[in-house]
């Protein structure tokens, strides 16, 4: 069974661009979540996305948006970059039909922001 | 508020000796509690779980965790390290309806010959 992915591995992106991650997760689990692991701040919920809606959302700006595709793939978007969005961002999955159950990570994407 | 706490930022423990690291929760209800680790450059791998039950969990790679409420503490133990195991370690409480887990800062292991 393949693990959660994520693309691209590296991202390097200037102040002000947008920046998009990808994730897949694992077949058949349907909700996808988001955390940014920032270096000091520890791991930061984003974004929670299940069955295609947004069911949760950590406390970011606007400019940190996703979606979730029929498929269950997901998106991140943050949008006018910053220095400090510089972080490791995980993309994790887990199964339908559980209120809490475990969650599978990724390797993350690693956002530079020059 | 919910909050989980690492008291240990860093440990240093020598191969084949035991090793315990601390967790301590704050959440109102019965928590959903979570260590995962994490290698450099990797994701976080889940290495035990509890739900509910027996207070004693057993992982993979031979760590355990015992749920105490009494102190709100789910401590992950292993009783002899490997150097493999030098690694982050995160605690993590989860709950109904939020989706996301509340990890803690985490501990670094290091692992001396």
């Known amino acids: 069974e393949a693990g959660v992915t994520q693309s691209p591995t590296h991202l390097i992106k200037t102040r002000g661009q947008q920046a998009t991650l990808r994730c897949s997760p694992i077949s058949g689990h349907t909700s996808v979540y988001w955390y940014q692991q920032a270096l000091g701040l520890g791991l930061q919920f984003l974004l929670w996305?299940?069955?295609?809606?947004?069911?949760n959302r950590g406390n970011f700006p606007p400019r940190f948006s996703g979606r979730q595709f029929p498929n269950y793939s997901s998106e991140l978007n943050v949008n006018a970059l910053e220095l400090e969005d510089s972080a490791l961002y995980l993309c994790a999955s887990s199964r339908p039909g559980q209120t809490v159950s475990e969650q599978f990570f990724g390797p993350g994407t690693r956002l530079t922001v020059l | 508020a919910q909050s989980v706490t690492q008291p240990d930022i860093h440990i240093t423990v020598s191969e084949g000796a035991s090793l315990e690291l601390r967790c301590n929760y704050s959440y109102g209800a019965t928590p959903y509690l979570f260590w995962y680790v994490q290698s450099p450059g990797q994701g976080l791998q889940l290495l035990l779980k509890?739900?509910?039950?027996?207070?004693l969990v057993q992982g993979i790679k031979g760590f355990e965790a015992e749920f105490k409420r009494s102190q709100s503490s789910f401590n992950l133990r292993k009783p002899s390290v490997h150097w493999s195991d030098a690694a982050e370690y995160f605690c993590a409480v989860g709950a109904d309806s939020w989706g996301k887990l509340q990890f803690g800062a985490g501990t670094q292991v290091v692992v001396t010959p």
């Open positions: 509890y739900f509910s039950g027996d207070t």
């Open positions: 996305y299940d069955e295609g809606e947004e069911r």
